[in-house]
Every structure is written in C-alpha cells, then in structure tokens.
C-alpha cells in the first residue's frame, strides 16, 4: 500500500496545540522586548520632543533679545551724531562693533538649535519607523515560524498517521507491504520496529 501525503496538517489537534503553543511562549518573549523597545522609544522621543520645545522657546527669547538690543545700539548710535563728547562716541562705536559679534555668536548658536532640533526630529522618526519595521519583521517572523513547525509536526505525525492506517489493515487481517519512510520524516527507529512487530505476527500467522 503506497500513502502519499499531500496535506501539511495531518493531525490537527497535535499539529496545531504544539504550533501554537510554541508561538505562544515565542509571542510572549516577543511581546515583552517590544514592550520595553517600545516604551524606550516613547520615553527617548518624549524627552526630545521636550528638548526641542525648550530649544525652541530659547530661540525666540535670544531673537527677542537681539531685537531689544540692536535697537538700543542704534538708538545710542543716532544720539552720538549730534554729541561732541570723542570719548562717549568712541565707546559707542566700541559698543556696537560688540553687538555685532555678539549677534552674530548668538546667530550661531540659534543655527545650531535649529540643527540639533532637526537632529532630534529625524531621530524621532527613525525610532517610529523602527519600532515598526520591528514589529513588521516580527509578524513575517510568525508566520514563516507557523509554516515551518507544521513542516517539523508533520514529520511526527506523518509517520504516526501511516503506522495507524497499517495497524488497520493488520487488525483486518491484511499484511500490507511497508514502504520506506520520506527522507525528512521522523520516528524512523520507530517505524522500523514497528515493521519488525509486524513481521513477526506475519511470520506467525503462517506458521498457524
């Protein structure tokens, strides 16, 4: 008797409660790493998205306060055109060469905010798309871990279901020929000392 075996699933009940008891626990180790990547993420992206409200606040103060005082030196600079006093021009003059430099530090230092909050931002946006490439990776992971433990249980249960169908013929009284298990099947000590046992009432039965 030739049985071939064109169905994955065999014996559901064993095939699939050890399936998915497997990805059970798997989905469980899984879940609780996505937990803690995941809050990590959140708490990463909730300090930087703060950092860049702050940074940002700090941005407008400066401006602000590069506003006041560039008025103030223009104002104390249109007062010395009509003052004779050399010693109180010059300290003006002093006084608005400063401001320059000073703006332009301050220009700096706002540009680099700025970087810093686009640094930020794009980081936010790669954890985001992180966490769910992650999680894309994961559901691929279980679906390609399903197909290939019922492969693995029907390597168990195809053996199991060929023996059961022979133990049927034997009980019937027939003495099926065995053929040869599939090359990735399991079990085969088994099956062979099953082969053996039924050699044995074979050999016996005749002999009566």
């Given at each position: 008797m030739n049985i071939k075996r064109k169905q994955l699933i065999i014996?559901?009940?064993f095939q699939l409660k050890t399936t998915f008891s497997i990805i059970g626990i798997v989905a469980v180790i899984?879940?609780?790493i996505i937990i803690v990547i995941g809050a990590n993420?959140?708490?990463?992206n909730g300090k930087m998205g703060k950092n860049n409200v702050h940074i940002d606040s700090n941005n407008?103060?400066?401006k602000n306060i590069n506003e006041i005082q560039d008025n103030i030196v223009h104002f104390l600079s249109s007062r010395t055109l009509k003052n004779e006093d050399k010693i109180y021009s010059q300290a003006i003059k002093d006084i608005s060469k400063n401001h320059i430099a000073n703006m332009d530090k301050m220009k700096s230092i706002m540009n680099s905010n700025e970087k810093i909050m686009e640094s930020n931002r794009d980081i936010m946006k790669m954890n985001n798309w992180l966490l769910i490439a992650i999680i894309i990776v994961i559901i691929a992971g279980t679906v390609v871990l399903y197909f290939q433990l019922i492969r693995k249980t029907h390597r168990i249960s195809g053996?199991?279901?060929v023996m059961t169908l022979y133990m049927r013929e034997v009980l019937k009284g027939n003495y099926p020929e065995f053929r040869e298990l599939r090359t990735h099947d399991e079990l085969k000590e088994f099956y062979d000392l099953f082969k053996e046992?039924?050699?044995?009432?074979k050999a016996k039965s005749k002999k009566k």
């Open positions: 014996d559901k009940k899984v879940a609780l993420i959140v708490v990463n407008k103060n400066i053996p199991i279901y046992v039924v050699g044995n009432i």
